[in-house]
């Protein structure tokens, strides 16, 4: 008996050290990154009993499943309204802005993709066992490993995911046996997976799908079913929900894996979209004459700072994350690399080029904390012509949304809260709201030097550098 206390006492110290090294566990992080998927583009309500908030023809049972499991973020934004800019925003933790990337296709020589804290390379400074993997479309103009990526499918891009029809038959029905490469990314991620775990490394993988951007390729199969189904008043397109419900089925995979290989207690699992959803298919016939476009209730889409072109789907599961939890906080793609580093580190350092912050707060503690940034707004910058659209800015500082369009220095404003459909302007009724936001978006442009409109400028062709056109704030 005499023995007793101490061991006792060693048993204890044992228990402290066994649950010192859980916590201090380096977890694995999983990002699935879809590609022109609207927030409205699953079968999962963003907001919930709000039905215009996910789809009314698509099916995604297996995302259903994930924001059942998770957090979903009614509020969440795409870094920029096009592909690439929020690509590397979400690997930097800058704004297209600051990175002066703002459009496709555009020289990239003034980006230190050897340099800059990257995803990757945040994790390997936290743990260097930290393995790095990204399978899809990478959408960026530089190799997966200068980034910090142990492995990927190479400097992948659109016309690597079935994409190569002609403006005439690109939103025509396609199919094949694997569109967009869902299966194939699919499996060389799991694949990724299963190693990983076998040599005992924590991971971080990206799974950039080429769906759900046109061309419209899907099974053949899936494609019949939703012939046959009911069209919805906005979503109506059988190919496009075809090609939804594959990506679903590469979700369930991983969701699958994940619990099969026993990681589900130290995963973290991202879902979210690259930009909106176009607004139209181009030269489609109207099957319902109330559809108001695929993003509604937002207003327009893909290519645009409104709401339809930004705002995405953005879903968050993983340990201690309470199941069907939601909130109604801002955030960007820009706040996905300080969050990580936060989950995996329990630290957080912004330094002064970081426009993003960490949300880890609202996932275990309050589903309404302040988001804490350099800047305490979110930053969206078009600087060139688009379509129909005049170059714009947009800057989203609480419930209210700014647009500057930069040629005309017409200003609109929008209170989000109550006007999700950005048809109300403000600017008139609050002068001083508006000329708050209008000084802090040109402070801030100025301050990152970001690319400036001009007449005549597009930022292409891609061999003419930043230097040359000489444009800047």
């Not at 230190?112 to 804290?117: P, S, Y």
């Not at 009911?230 to 369930?252: C, Q, W």
């Not at 947009?394 to 929008?414: C, D, V």
């Not at 109300?424 to 209008?438: A, R, V, W, Y």
Request: aromatic share 12%; glycine share 6%.
């Amino acid at each position: 008996m005499r023995n007793l206390p101490l061991f006792l006492f060693f048993a204890f110290i044992i228990f402290i050290s066994c649950n010192k090294n859980d916590s201090l566990k380096s977890p694995n992080f999983i990002l699935i990154l879809s590609d022109d998927q609207g927030w409205n583009g699953t079968s999962y309500e963003m907001i919930s009993n709000q039905v215009y908030s996910k789809s009314d023809y698509y099916e995604t049972p297996n995302i259903e499943n994930l924001a059942k499991s998770g957090m979903v973020f009614s509020r969440a934004y795409s870094p920029g309204p096009t592909c690439s800019p929020t690509r590397y925003a979400i690997q930097f933790g800058q704004t297209p802005a600051r990175l002066k990337h703002i459009r496709v296709s555009m020289n990239v020589d003034h980006i230190d993709h050897l340099g800059m804290i990257s995803i990757p390379r945040a994790l390997k400074e936290i743990d260097n066992r930290y393995v790095a993997g990204h399978f899809g479309k990478f959408g960026m103009y530089s190799e997966p490993k200068n980034f910090g990526y142990d492995f990927s499918d190479g400097m992948t891009g659109n016309i690597d995911g079935n994409i190569d029809g002609t403006i005439e038959t690109k939103w025509l029905p396609q199919h094949h046996e694997d569109p967009k490469q869902i299966f194939g990314i699919t499996n060389r991620s799991l694949s990724f997976m299963e190693n990983q775990v076998k040599e005992n490394n924590p991971f971080y993988l990206q799974v950039s799908h080429y769906a759900v951007h046109s061309d419209l390729v899907s099974r053949k199969e899936v494609f019949d079913k939703y012939k046959k189904k009911k069209r919805g008043v906005y979503h109506e397109n059988p190919s496009i929900a075809a090609m939804t419900e594959d990506l679903d089925f590469s979700v369930g995979e991983i969701l699958k894996k994940v619990k099969e290989l026993g990681i589900e207690d130290n995963t973290y699992i991202i879902y979210m979209s690259d930009n909106g959803a176009v607004e139209q298919i181009l030269g489609s016939k109207k099957t319902n004459k109330k559809n108001k476009g695929y993003n509604y209730p937002l207003r327009h889409g893909k290519g645009t700072l409104y709401e339809g072109g930004i705002r995405v789907p953005f879903i968050i599961s993983g340990p201690n994350i309470k199941p069907g939890s939601s909130t109604s906080v801002s955030i960007s793609g820009v706040d996905i690399l300080p969050t990580i580093q936060d989950l995996a580190s329990d630290k957080l350092n912004l330094n002064e080029k970081m426009d993003g912050g960490s949300f880890k707060k609202n996932l275990f503690n309050d589903v309404n904390s302040k988001i804490i940034r350099n800047n305490d707004f979110l930053v969206f910058h078009l600087p060139f012509r688009r379509g129909s659209f005049n170059p714009h800015s947009a800057i989203i500082e609480n419930e209210f949304k700014l647009i500057k369009f930069t040629n005309s220095n017409k200003l609109l404003l929008f209170n989000l809260e109550n006007d999700i459909n950005e048809k109300n302007d403000l600017s008139e009724q609050f002068p001083e709201i508006t000329k708050k936001l209008n000084i802090l978006l040109e402070e801030y442009l100025k301050d990152v030097k970001a690319p400036k409109w001009k007449k005549g400028i597009n930022w292409r062709p891609f061999k003419k550098t930043l230097k040359e056109f000489n444009s800047f704030y």
